[in-house]
């Protein structure tokens, strides 16, 4: 019987639950793809949540508690700690960043999920339209997943001015600072 949809299924989305019910859903014979508005993949938790925040956590105390972990010195030799510059760590946290977002371009790529770069809107319940920089591109699926995650909210109290920042702009805005105040776990 024709194929009546292009996809099966379209997640719109490449964050955790996009990507993940992508290649599910290729894994089971499906034709899948991925829409996602950035240039970056993975949503939040790649670009500003989970990877950076614990790649942050995880550096530093690596530095503390193994200095001597990425070089080939003997480690009964005492040397001295060197205490981690801002660039340095968030250079680190950008090299594991493009990691990961290369093993989910290879997770997608392998099973065959098509990733589209571009804003998804709806055109009608089956058909979504994607703004591209080519150009714009009419999808069809039988069944579209909304993995479009979610915004952090703003405290009534709290003005972002460049010095508070929210959680999203925290990183950039980091690589100049000597201490910060994080409040909110
Ligand atoms: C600081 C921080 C630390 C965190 N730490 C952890 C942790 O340690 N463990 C844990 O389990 N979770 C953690 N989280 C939560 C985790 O990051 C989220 O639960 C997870 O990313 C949600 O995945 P998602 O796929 O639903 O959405 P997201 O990751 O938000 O992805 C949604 C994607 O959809 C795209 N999108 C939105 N609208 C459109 C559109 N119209 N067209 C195309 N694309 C669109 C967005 O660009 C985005 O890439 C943390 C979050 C934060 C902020």
Do not use: W
């Not at 793809?33 to 993975?42: F, H, S, Y």
């Not at 770069?117 to 080519?134: I, Q």
């Not at 069944?143 to 405290?155: D, E, F, W, Y």
């Amino acid at each position: 019987m024709p194929r009546r949809n292009e996809y099966d299924l379209i997640c719109i989305g490449s964050g955790p639950a996009g990507q993940r019910a992508a290649i599910q859903a290729a894994k089971l014979g499906k034709k899948a793809a991925v829409v996602e508005k950035q240039q970056c993949i993975g949503g939040v938790c790649i670009q500003t949540g989970t990877i950076p925040s614990k790649t942050f956590r995880e550096a530093v105390r690596r530095l503390y508690t193994q200095p001597h972990l990425d070089d080939d010195t003997d480690t009964d030799v005492y040397a001295p700690r060197i205490r981690p510059t801002m660039p340095q760590l968030i250079s680190h946290v950008g090299r594991v960043i493009q990691r990961e977002m290369h093993i989910i371009s290879d997770a997608l790529g392998r099973n065959d999920v098509e990733l589209v770069h571009g804003l998804a809107s709806f055109v009608e319940p089956h058909t979504v339209r994607v703004e591209t920089v080519h150009g714009h591109r009419l999808l069809t699926a039988d069944h579209i997943l909304l993995a479009v995650g979610t915004r952090p909210s703003k405290p009534q109290s709290v003005e972002p001015d460049g010095q508070t920042v929210g959680c999203r702009t925290f990183y950039p805005v980091s690589a100049n600072s000597s201490a910060v105040l994080v409040s909110g776990c």
